[in-house]
Structures are given as structure tokens and as C-alpha cells.
């Protein structure tokens, strides 16, 4: 019989002095660490070499500041940086709560910590230890956002019951099958009129890397959408001077078209302003091309990086059939997000030109404060019809913590005043958010994790490996021990 082949991890903490039963937590602890510290830092290191790289300074002095760059990066990202610890104690903490309770336990009654029944059950353990961890982070790394990774732990709590509603026969009974079937396009659409309602008025609702790659691919000169802002803020008033002509005079002379269109004294903004030289119609089609041969290189490196990475072996056995799958799912997404930025382009042209203003006389200002990018945020999300079943699902998820950020900012923003009791109250929502969230997760991987969406499972399934052969194998002698 050949002995087993055993990770240096698993090498490492059988040579710990953590009893047996610890051992596999600590495995994880470990693997939960390495890979949000990997996927925070990486990118950084990354980013400060290519910047050397690309820099035009003296080679001695590029790479004296960039040892010294790597050097900051690499301390903070363990002195400043809690989201690794936050990970690690939130998927690994429990069982040494667990634990440490059990062996009170023990020496209070004389007996063997093996022998000592929980006195918590496991979902309470894991609330707990992830609430303190939660706090702990708060109190040693307060510059750590937090916030992220608490919208994607509750979207991906409420993906766990969305999925059992799903196979729930009950359900199915009293839903529809194709309100079922097309779940997450409603959702998704819900999210993406919240998100792009947010973008085009008030952008600081949104993360502000995530309204710079909208802003990007929407492809909008930034004097037409602060325009924009201003007629919603009632800076910028038609038939009136208020002194925001400027905005858009330049703007006009540098497309070649008399300045006094982009006056608000004269009236409405003009289709020829939003889309110079084209129609309409024109400007949908041209938008759609632009964002899918824009959008196709990273869709392609989102389709193809999976297999890989993760399964190269099969991807080799058969690379011609493997490629034209890859490229086809490319084509699919990119034709999605295209037909995103079509929809919203078009559908904004529509309202506020052809259909509001021409045929059913409604004010401009009114159009162009509310009704016209309203209904192309509403519109834009049925793009993801395209889109396969499992991708609608993922997108889905994808932007729902988007949209609560701009739907929490929209609801609590107003009532802030920077009372005391304000940063208490979010902080303990946030914390009791994520430890409930974190239960619900862990608690599914533990008993059914097919209702966890693959991606996540799977990555959950590698961070956990050893934890869930050890709960398996104890369930495999509780069953046998019953049995005999």
C-alpha cells in the first residue's frame, strides 16, 4: 500500500501543536488568508511594475523606487490590510470558538475534551465568531472597507434560499415556471435602473472605480452628462439664463456646430449635441459595434482564464472544440453588454426626442431630469435575456451590492447628520449582516452545497477541502456507529 501523498500545508499543521480535531480549521484559515491576501496585493505589485516599466526615469532610480514601492506595499498589506484576516476568521474561526468552549467544559468537569458534547451549535458558533471577527477588523484595521465583502456574503446568503425557492415544489405551485425561469433577468434589471439612474445624476452613490468603467464604456462626453446634472439640479433651466451657457459653447464649437445650440436660453439640447452626425438610429448602431469590440477582449479573457486555469488537461484533449466554445460565450456576452449600451443609448434618444417631445409634447425639462434616462435605466437590463441561464444568474449577483450601495446612500444619505449613535447603529447592522450571511453560506457548504452557485462553491470547496473531508468522514462513523 503507498502511502499518501499529503499538501505541505497539511504536512505543516499535523507538525503543530493544535490537536487533530483543529488541524483542518487551521488548513483553511491558512488557504483563506493566502488567497485574498494574493487577490488585494497581487494587483498592486503588478501595477507598480508595469508603471516602472512604462516610466521614462533613469533605470537606477526606477528600480531603487520601485524596491522601495514593493517594499511599502508588501508591509501595509499585512499591517493595514484586514480583509485577509477578515476572510480567514470569519470561514475558520468558529471551530476554534468551538473549541476553546468545549475545553471549559472539560476541565470544569473532569473529562477529555473528545468527550464533551458542543454546548453551541455550530450555526450559533459561526455568527459569533464571524461578528467578533468583524469587529476585531474594525478596531485593528479602520481603514479597511469592509462594506464589499458584506454585500457579497448577504447576496450570496440570499442566492442559498433563492435557490431552494427554485426547487421548492410548493413554490413552483404558486410561481409561475417562467417568472422562475426568468428570475434573475428581474432582478437584474431592478439592480441595473437603480445603478444607472445613480450614474447618470449622482455617480458618488455608486463605488467610484464602478461608475469610472460605466462612464468608460457608456462613452458620454463629460460636459453633456454635467448638463445633465444641472437641469436635474435645476442649475440649467430652458428659456432661461442662469449662467450655465459656458457648459456646452465650447462643446459645440469643437464639434463644428453654432454655439448657440448648447444654450439653454434657445432651448432644448439637440440630437446633435448628444450624437453629432448621426440619426438616432445611426448613433445605436454605432454604439453597439464600439462596446462589443471594446468589451470583447476582456469577455474573452473572462471565458477562456477558467479552464485555463482550473482545467487545462481537458482543455489540451480537445483545443479546437474547447476554443470555439470559448469564442462563442465571447460573442454572446459582448453581444449582451452591447446591446446593454444600444438599449439605453437609443431608449434615452426615444423618450426624450420621438416620442416625449414630438409626439406626446411632454416639457424637456421633465424628459431630461427624470423621465428619458429613467426608461433607459429600466430598459437596459432585459439585455440579459441573451445571456445562458448560469451567466444571467452570475450577472445578476454582480451588481445587486451595486445597487445597494447607490439604494442605501439614496434612502440614508438624506437623514445623515453625523450623529454618534449613526456610525454605531451601521457598524452593528454591518456586523450582524455579515455573521448571519457568513452562517448561511458556511452552514450550506457543511449539508447541501448544491444550492451555492458553482462559482462560489467551488472556491469555498478548495479553501475548505480538508474541513469538509473531516465533517464528512465523522458523519461516515456517526452513521456506521448507529448502524452496528
Excluded at 468545549?102 to 470544569?108: C, D, E, M, P, W
Excluded at 454604439?287 to 469590440?293: H, I, P, V, W, Y
Excluded at 465571447?330 to 439605453?344: E, G, P, Y
Excluded at 438624506?414 to 447592522?429: D, F, K, N
Aim: proline fraction near 5%.
Amino acid at each position: 500500500m503507498q502511502p499518501e501523498n499529503k499538501s505541505l500545508l497539511v504536512q505543516w499543521a499535523a507538525h503543530s501543536r493544535l490537536p487533530p480535531s483543529l488541524q483542518p480549521a487551521l488548513i483553511t484559515a491558512l488557504k483563506a488568508y493566502g488567497l485574498s491576501w494574493s487577490m488585494t496585493t497581487l494587483p498592486l505589485l503588478l501595477g507598480l511594475v508595469v508603471k516602472t516599466l512604462a516610466g521614462k526615469t533613469k533605470q537606477s532610480i526606477s528600480q531603487r523606487r520601485l524596491l522601495l514601492d514593493l517594499q511599502r506595499v508588501l508591509r501595509q498589506s499585512i499591517t493595514q490590510n484586514g480583509l485577509p484576516y477578515l476572510i480567514a476568521g470569519a470561514l475558520a474561526s468558529h471551530r476554534f470558538l468551538s473549541y476553546a468552549l468545549n475545553s471549559l467544559v472539560a476541565r470544569a468537569t473532569h473529562r477529555p475534551v473528545e468527550k464533551v458534547k458542543n454546548r453551541v451549535s455550530q450555526r450559533s458558533a459561526i455568527v459569533l465568531s464571524a461578528a467578533v471577527t468583524m469587529l476585531s477588523v474594525k478596531k485593528a484595521f479602520p481603514n479597511t472597507k469592509t462594506m464589499d465583502l458584506t454585500f457579497f456574503a448577504l447576496v450570496r446568503a440570499l442566492d442559498v434560499f433563492a435557490h431552494r425557492a427554485y426547487e421548492s415544489h410548493h413554490v413552483r405551485q404558486l410561481v409561475p415556471n417562467w417568472m422562475l425561469e426568468c428570475g434573475s433577468v428581474g432582478v437584474f434589471t431592478v439592480a441595473c435602473t437603480e445603478i444607472m439612474f445613480s450614474w447618470f445624476y449622482e455617480p458618488t452613490r455608486l463605488p467610484k472605480s464602478y461608475a469610472q468603467w460605466i462612464t468608460k464604456m457608456a462613452d458620454m462626453n463629460p460636459r453633456l452628462l454635467e448638463a445633465l446634472r444641472a437641469i436635474r439640479a435645476k442649475k440649467w433651466i430652458y428659456g432661461k439664463d442662469t449662467g450655465m451657457a459656458h457648459l456646452l459653447h465650447d462643446y459645440c464649437v469643437q464639434l463644428g456646430l453654432p454655439p448657440e445650440l448648447g444654450d439653454p436660453v434657445r432651448g432644448r439640447i439637440p440630437c446633435q449635441i448628444v450624437h453629432p452626425g448621426q440619426t438616432c438610429e445611426t448613433n445605436g448602431i454605432t454604439r453597439f459595434l464600439k462596446g462589443f469590440f471594446k468589451i470583447f477582449p476582456l469577455y474573452f479573457v473572462v471565458h477562456f482564464a477558467p479552464p485555463l486555469l482550473l482545467r487545462p488537461s481537458r482543455l489540451a484533449s480537445m483545443p479546437l472544440t474547447n476554443i470555439l466554445h470559448i469564442l462563442k460565450a465571447t460573442v454572446r456576452s459582448s453581444t449582451f453588454l452591447a446591446t446593454f449600451i444600444t438599449i439605453i443609448w437609443y431608449s434615452v434618444c426615444l423618450v426624450r426626442t420621438r416620442i416625449g417631445y414630438q409626439l406626446l409634447g411632454v416639457p424637456q425639462s421633465r424628459l431630461d431630469d427624470t423621465l428619458a434616462p429613467f426608461v433607459g435605466s429600466a430598459l437596459c437590463g432585459l439585455s440579459l435575456l441573451i445571456e445562458t441561464r448560469h451567466r444571467r444568474g452570475e450577472m445578476a449577483l454582480y451588481v445587486i451590492p451595486r445597487a445597494l450601495y447607490s439604494f442605501i446612500e439614496r434612502v440614508l444619505g438624506p437623514h445623515q447628520r453625523g450623529r454618534w449613535w449613526e456610525s454605531l447603529g451601521a457598524g452593528t447592522a454591518e456586523t450582524l449582516v455579515f455573521a448571519l450571511s457568513t452562517m448561511v453560506v458556511l452552514d450550506t457548504m457543511y449539508k447541501d452545497r448544491t444550492t451555492i452557485r458553482s462559482s462560489v462553491r467551488g472556491l469555498l470547496s478548495w479553501i475548505m477541502k480538508d474541513e469538509l473531508a473531516t465533517e464528512k468522514n465523522g458523519k461516515t462513523e456517526k452513521t456506521n456507529g448507529k448502524a452496528e
